[in-house]
């Protein structure tokens, strides 16, 4: 189950993280000033008379029910505030009704006696910040501060009923604005720092969708560069072949001759153009990890020169950068990343640590990985993926500089 709960938190975002966070936080609050502010005082107070007891018997049983209820609703509210879905007009029509009948039993206990004049006055406290923590966050900050002083008055002149000391009555009204302006800027903040958090993932996730875009253009203007003119060559080659053809010409061979040329032309074109797409400068890579680490605030230490490498080399050792990168912000909760390339002994090593580690892609089952090692035994590489201690992940890429590579480049 502790497993369950780990990969569960490792498979949420950072922005899904705090959400969480930020409810169960709002779950605790509830039932902490509930238990605090009722329960505790309630039970070591309470006067032993049979109505003080079931008066008291019955807030508890109010109190519970409230914070239930207003644990119920946390997520529907802070969905209505972030916008994600409309919250029906009569959802906190039953956290009303329950406010009203635990303030009720409140002045009852306070007319009969039952309970310390400070401890009923945090039981207002109690009663009114499960209800101020979703009221809060669905009605405007003036609608919700002229309600507050509204009650407050109400709440002052009836408990003056049961004990007129001026005191006591300053200080229900103190305790009731306590409590309201408490819930409410419990909610708010949070809930606001959660709307600035869900906006930010909203952006980075449109600059992504945009720069693939803008990519996709290039690419599909340098191929229209490159075939839009050989294109038009071989249409009018073509063309001119076949007049030459219907004429008994002998130069519609000569004419084939050249669009069969130009169209291989482009061919070789068109796949250098792909491959320029395909491959990954190394030392381009390393500086790009570098600065997208520090800027998601993950501390990224590079060493390492790329230089003198064959160039399929650092294109498989720059997709290693490349992924790697990827994985430690997309799946991972890393605080600190190191990326080391040496070479030694004809070989050349490219290791990369974070502490992070818990994603399912990192476990090794992911197609990432699996992408990787294949591009590396094009080059006669390997890597190795795994835990190098208590959570921290190590990728190891190994490329020997007497391989596949290291020939190819000598042959052309």
Known sequence: MRGWQRRHWRERSKAERVELQTVITWYATTWFFSASWLALPLVGGLDRRPVPLVVGGLLLLVGALQCAEANRLTRSVLDHYLGRTELPARALRPAAALLALELALILALAGHGGADPVAIRLFIGAALLPFGLLYGLVTPVRVFLRGSAVLAVVLMAAFAWTDPDPAGIVMVGALTGFGTLFSLLACRCGAWT???????????????????????????????????????????????????????????????????????????????????????????????????????????????????????????????????????????????????????????????????????????????????????????????????????????????????????????
């Open 194 to 412: 959660l709307s600035v958090l869900w906006e930010a993932e909203r952006a980075r996730e449109t600059e992504a969708r945009l720069a693939v875009a803008e990519e996709r253009l290039r690419f599909g203007r340098d191929l229209h560069d490159v075939m839009g003119r050989n294109l038009a060559v071989i249409a009018l080659k073509s063309e001119l072949a076949v007049q030459l053809a219907r004429r008994g010409r002998p130069d519609a061979v000569e004419q084939m001759i050249e669009v069969q040329r130009i169209a291989q032309e482009s061919q070789r074109e068109v796949r250098a153009v792909v491959r320029g797409y395909r491959e990954a400068d190394l030392g381009v890579e390393l500086a790009g990890a570098q600065g997208v680490l520090k800027a998601a605030g993950i501390s990224c230490e590079v060493s390492g020169e790329a230089d003198g490498l064959p160039a399929e080399v650092q294109s498989a050792l720059g997709w290693v950068v490349r992924e790697t990168t990827t994985n430690v912000l997309r799946h991972g909760d890393a605080g600190r990343c190191s990326v080391a390339l040496r070479k030694a002994e004809g070989r050349v090593l490219l290791t990369v640590e974070n502490d992070g580690a818990g994603s399912t892609d990192e476990a090794g089952g992911g197609s990432g990985l699996a992408g990787l090692r294949e591009r590396l035994r094009g080059v006669d590489g390997t890597l190795e993926a795994g835990l190098a201690e208590a959570g921290v992940f190590r990728v190891v890429a190994e490329v020997p500089l007497n391989g596949k590579a290291a020939v190819r480049e000598v042959t052309s």
